[in-house]
């Protein structure tokens, strides 16, 4: 609304160097929550019974990937995401699905950022690249992503 | 389980699946939102207002949610696939919002014999989620795992 000054954040473009690491731990997952993610969105059956995925290639119940991928998005807010002033993201590139996610295993990531670039169009923003690596609690590497970010620049009235 | 109906082998390149609407209310998306990505234009439908999107927009990870519900429902659950090795990319053209009509399009790009395994192949596949003005708001190109009628086949 024009007139009204934003609130400001406390992460902006100028905060994401290439090399810099963001480390985030993750809750115990459950098996109620990767039963209850797949129901609503991918009711494979390694994803939702837990006697018939022991039969599976999977020896076991295993979560969906989207539910993985959706965890890490939660850490990542919870980590800087919500006090950045983040304008989105145009979408990832190389996800790739290591091992299983099982019940009571617990995630760690890690992200790393590998790409900085103002907007040429918008010079108020820029994008950001980062790799996550995503990992259980046996350091077994489970998931690894790019994704970009737009992420404003800091304003000048905004503290560094 | 339910019966397969398709293997491997029926994945040809040209392969193309269109699946009905579904669409996601507010409270559908705040809801994901506020569990896996509580981003404000996600979350609260006032806040919303005052951000680039100018309302409530979907997770981009709900967006991909509903379609692979759209591809179990449609056909996946009667297939014999065993899984995904993940996505070369996965890009959000568009925002979804609240009521808009998701469809979602499969095609068949490959079909490759597993080097490892003859028993399994692999199908890679784009993946275009449609709104109701035919925009293209999210497509993904990615591959799955399935496993082999019989080996020669």
């Known amino acids: ?160 | 389980m339910t019966a397969i109906k398709l293997y491997w082998v029926d994945f040809v390149p040209g392969w193309e699946y269109l699946s009905p609407p579904r669409s996601l209310n507010a409270q559908e998306i705040t809801s994901f939102a506020r569990e896996y990505d509580p981003q404000a234009y996600h979350t609260d439908e006032e806040a919303a207002k005052a951000t680039p999107f100018g309302g409530l927009i979907a997770s981009g990870w709900q967006t991909c949610g509903v379609a692979m519900r759209l591809m179990c429902d449609g056909y996946l659950l009667e297939t014999s696939c065993i899984g995904s090795p993940g996505l070369d990319e996965l890009r959000w053209f568009k925002p979804v919002r609240p009521g808009d009509a998701l469809r979602l399009r499969s095609t068949v790009l490959e079909q490759a014999p597993s080097q490892k395994d003859a028993a399994r192949g692999t199908v890679k596949f784009r993946w275009d989620v449609l709104n109701q003005k035919d925009e293209v708001v999210c497509r993904m190109v990615g591959r799955q795992h399935y496993r082999r009628r019989s080996p020669a086949q």
């Open chain 1, 1 to 160: 609304m024009s007139g009204q000054a934003k609130p400001h954040k406390k992460y902006y473009f100028e905060d994401f160097v290439p090399g810099d690491v963001w480390e985030a731990e993750g809750p115990l997952v459950t098996k109620e929550e990767i039963i209850d993610f797949a129901s609503r969105f991918d009711p494979q059956y390694f994803h939702v019974d837990e006697a018939a995925a022991k039969g599976s290639t999977y020896g076991g119940l295993i979560a969906s990937g989207w539910h993985t991928v959706s965890l890490c998005m939660r850490m990542m807010c919870d980590r800087y995401l919500l006090e950045v002033e983040s304008l989105g993201s145009p979408g990832v590139d190389h996800v790739r699905w290591l091992q299983p996610v099982r019940p009571g295993d617990r995630l760690r990531m890690k992200m790393t950022v590998l790409e900085a670039k103002i907007s040429r169009t918008k010079p108020d923003r820029g994008s950001i690249l980062h790799r996550w690596e995503v990992y259980n609690q046996r350091g077994e590497l489970v998931m690894t992503m790019d994704g970009y970010g737009i992420v404003g620049r800091r304003p000048h009235a905004a503290p560094p």
